[in-house]
């Protein structure tokens, strides 16, 4: 059964980087990967997705010019660089693979999350 896996999490300063790999563990045919994020008492909300072929990609306005997904294909990995971070982007933040999509139902197979806490 295929797994996904995020890593990279961590406690930064306002400001800083970080980088997310979420790793497959075995071939998967979905044709998207996304990065979805859930901060204390809200709702899940949806970060980014990315086409594992074709290279088309969707951000959430909040992310947009300091966020950028990509996909190493031959690693069956997606990766998300957080730039310029701020405390509003502290969450636990869970891959998911499926069709390229917004909406986080969509999704078929989901990682357990990496939390990320961005101090000010």
């Known amino acids: 059964q295929v797994q996904l896996v995020e890593s990279g999490g961590g406690l930064v300063q306002a400001g800083g980087s970080l980088r997310l790999p979420c790793s497959a563990s075995?071939?998967?045919?979905?044709?998207?990967m996304g990065w979805f994020r859930q901060a204390p008492g809200k709702e899940r909300e949806f970060v980014a997705a990315?086409?594992?072929?074709?290279?088309?990609?969707l951000y959430a306005d909040s992310v947009k010019g300091r966020f950028t997904i990509s996909v190493d294909n031959a690693k069956n990995t997606v990766y998300l660089q957080m730039n310029s971070l701020k405390p509003e982007d502290t969450a636990v933040y869970s891959c998911?693979?499926?069709?390229?999509?917004?909406?986080?139902?969509?999704?078929?197979?989901w990682g357990q999350g990496t939390q990320v806490t961005i101090s000010s």
């Open positions: 998911a693979a499926g069709p390229l999509s917004t909406f986080s139902h969509v999704y078929l197979l």
């Open positions: 075995g071939r998967f045919s979905s044709s998207a």
């Open positions: 990315t086409t594992r072929h074709g290279g088309r990609t």
